[in-house]
C-alpha cells in the first residue's frame, strides 16, 4: 500500500485526515493521544515529497498545532473554514455574532443531556454524543433546527457519532484542490487519507484529478477505491515509508 509514494515521490501529495485516520478516535474530542514516533515519521515523509503534506480535518487549526507541535505542516482545519498554506499563511472564513449566540444556546439546551458535548470550534460547532447515545435522536433535531436557524451559509455535517454545523462553503474537497493551486502540490496527483462520512468530498476530488482516495476502514458505501483496516495499520505503513527514505 502507498508503493506509489516510494517509487514516484516527486509525482504524489499526500493528505490526511486526523482524528480515526492518523490517531485513534477517543471518548471525548480532548481525550485523543499523538503515539510516539508519528510526528517524525510525518516529518520525514514531508521531507521525501517535497513539503507535499497537508492535514485536512475538522478540527481547528489552532488544537491540531498542539497535537502535531513542533511540526507544523500545511492544514485545512474546519474542514476547509480554516486553511494555512505552506508558506505559513493562514486563512479563516469571518465568524459573526448571530452564529455566536447560536453555540452559546446549543450548550443550554443540552445542559442537562448527560454524556453529550457541545465543541465550540469558532467557525463551526461539533454536537458529540459517543457517551449518550441515548441523546442520539433529540440531538439531530436539536442540530437539524440550529442550521436552519444559522441560514443559507451553513449545513449540516454528520459523522461518527457527532454532528456538527459548519460554514457551507467549506469542504475537505475544496481545500483539497486550493492546495493543489500552489507548491509544493502543484502538478502532484493527490492521495487522500481518510476515515468518515467527512472524508467523502476529498475522496471525490482526489478520483477525480487521477489520484487515489483511501478509506480507513471497511470499502463500503464510499468514494474511496482503497482501503487500510486503521489507524495504527497506516501508521505502520507510514513509519515503514519514512525508514525506506
Known amino acids: 500500500m502507498l508503493e506509489e509514494l516510494s517509487s514516484e515521490p516527486q509525482a504524489w501529495a499526500l493528505f490526511l485526515d486526523i482524528d480515526g485516520t492518523l490517531i485513534d478516535l477517543a471518548e471525548t474530542p480532548e481525550a485523543v493521544v499523538v503515539p510516539d514516533g508519528l510526528i517524525s515519521t510525518l516529518s520525514q515523509i514531508s521531507n521525501v515529497l517535497g513539503g507535499a503534506v497537508g492535514l485536512v480535518t475538522g478540527r481547528a487549526v489552532s488544537f491540531a498545532d498542539q497535537l502535531f507541535s513542533p511540526l507544523a505542516l500545511p492544514i485545512a482545519g474546519l474542514h476547509g473554514a480554516e486553511r494555512r498554506n505552506s508558506a505559513g499563511d493562514l486563512e479563516r472564513l469571518p465568524q459573526d455574532d448571530d452564529f455566536e449566540a447560536l453555540k452559546r444556546s446549543l450548550v443550554r439546551v443540552t445542559a442537562d443531556w448527560d454524556g453529550v458535548i457541545i465543541e465550540d470550534k469558532g467557525s463551526a460547532v461539533a454536537a458529540h454524543y459517543r457517551q449518550a ?69 476529498m475522496f471525490k476530488v482526489a478520483n477525480e484529478l487521477g ?35
Open 133 to 201: 447515545q441515548q441523546w442520539a435522536g433529540a440531538l439531530d433535531a436539536v442540530m437539524q433546527s440550529a442550521v436552519e436557524e444559522a441560514g443559507a451559509d451553513y449545513t449540516l455535517q454528520r459523522g461518527k457519532m457527532v454532528i456538527e454545523i459548519r460554514p457551507a462553503r467549506a469542504s475537505k474537497g475544496e481545500a483539497l484542490r486550493a492546495f493543489l493551486d500552489a507548491e509544493p502540490f502543484l502538478g502532484r496527483k493527490p492521495i487522500a487519507i481518510g476515515d468518515d462520512l467527512t472524508d467523502e468530498a
Open 211 to 245: 489520484g487515489l482516495s483511501i478509506r480507513i476502514g471497511e470499502l463500503r458505501d464510499t468514494a474511496a477505491v482503497r482501503a487500510i483496516p486503521s489507524p495504527d495499520a497506516l501508521r505502520k505503513i507510514l513509519a515503514d515509508l519514512a525508514r525506506q527514505a
